[in-house]
Nanobody, 124 residues
Framework: QVQLVESGGGLVQAGGSLRLSCAASGRTLSNYVIGWFRQAPGKEREIVAGITRSGSTTYYIDSVKGRFTISRDNGKNTVFLQMNSLKPEDTAVYFC?????????????????WGQGTQVTVSS
């Protein structure tokens, strides 16, 4: 079993940047596909970005393409989400999740392990 801990959230003005980290313990992170999800109040949890085990393939939802970058450092057991040009609609709790499969899956129910989440608030 892998434990995930997110960090790096906070309050930022529109147009600003944040870098989220997802640190793993208990198991080697390279065994898992990692997805970053977000959930805004009253909305369903949605995937924002995903990355395969080796980092060779990434996935982004359309609304963050060109602004967010997902990456991983398997040696440090950490996955990152660099978020630039942030918009108020990016405000949400952001979660990282681990999946034992080999491809990035976009549904939250496909993921086996979850972190506790980190709040991102973008002011206008």
């Amino acid at each position: 079993q892998v434990q995930l801990v997110e960090s790096g959230g906070g309050l930022v003005q529109a147009g600003g940047s944040l870098r989220l980290s997802c640190a793993a313990s208990g198991r080697t992170l390279s065994n898992y596909v990692i997805g970053w999800f977000r959930q805004a109040p009253g909305k369903e949890r949605e995937i924002v970005a995903g990355i395969t085990r080796s980092g060779s393939t990434t996935y982004y939802i359309d609304s963050v393409k060109g602004r967010f970058t997902i990456s991983r450092d398997n040696g440090k057991n950490t996955v990152f989400l660099q978020m630039n040009s942030l918009k108020p609609e990016d405000t949400a709790v952001y979660f990282c999740a681990a999946d034992l499969m080999y491809m990035v899956r976009t549904t939250a129910g496909s993921y086996d392990y979850w972190g506790q989440g980190t709040q991102v608030t973008v002011s206008s």
